[in-house]
């Protein structure tokens, strides 16, 4: 990684998990594999505050550590990149442990449970396709209709502009994020 660290992949480490690699790593992936309209990329560290959002909003009584969730959501995807989900289903059971262990050492890296509780992955998980939704038909050309096959449709109370950022505002975007999230966490 960039900060010098060195992350065995079969056996990660939190104590090779840099957040700043995570920030630049989800700033260079692109969504829908960069085929949406505009200058930039959508990047995984853009839709990973997106969805941090949406979740805020929806669930305003959500704990620091429940957003932070949130907002690391898709971290593994800093070193595995960004697959939809019937490919990751097509890949099998390697793939999902694979990604199960470093979402693991990422959780313990600060300070999280190691396995997101059930009932708040899929609440995190609802704000994820919602946020599909609002990628789908502002940046990837679907209509409403077309989005409406494939993910939920947000309620109207989400109002969400996707603006894709250049690579370093996007990165900037995500450390800020995370940043304000542990400012009042327990330091590790």
């Known amino acids: 990684m960039l900060s010098g660290r060195r992350l065995d992949l079969l056996d990660p480490s939190p104590f090779d998990i840099e957040i700043e690699d995570i920030a630049r790593g989800l700033a260079r992936v692109a969504r829908w594999n960069g085929q949406t309209r505009g200058d930039h990329a959508f990047s995984v560290a853009e839709h990973s505050v ?3 959002d949406l979740f805020a909003t929806l669930h305003p009584e959500a704990s620091q550590q429940d957003r932070l969730m949130a907002l690391l959501h898709d971290a593994a995807e800093y070193v ?13 059971l390697d793939y999902k442990s694979f990604e199960a262990r470093l979402e693991q050492a990422i959780h313990l890296r600060y300070g999280l449970p190691p396995k997101m509780p059930a009932a708040l992955k899929k609440q995190i998980k609802k704000c994820d396709i919602y946020c599909a939704w609002f990628e789908a038909t502002q940046i990837a050309g679907f209509t409403e209709e077309e989005a409406d096959q494939f993910f939920i449709h947000p309620p109207k109370k989400l109002a969400m502009t996707i603006d894709p950022l250049p690579v ?3 990165e900037a975007v995500f450390l800020n994020c995370f940043e304000a999230l542990v400012s009042d966490l327990p330091k590790l």
């Open 80 to 92: 595995i990149g960004d697959m939809i989900s019937p490919f990751k289903h097509a890949l099998g």
């Open 168 to 170: 370093v505002k996007a």
């Open 50 to 52: 997106v969805v941090h």
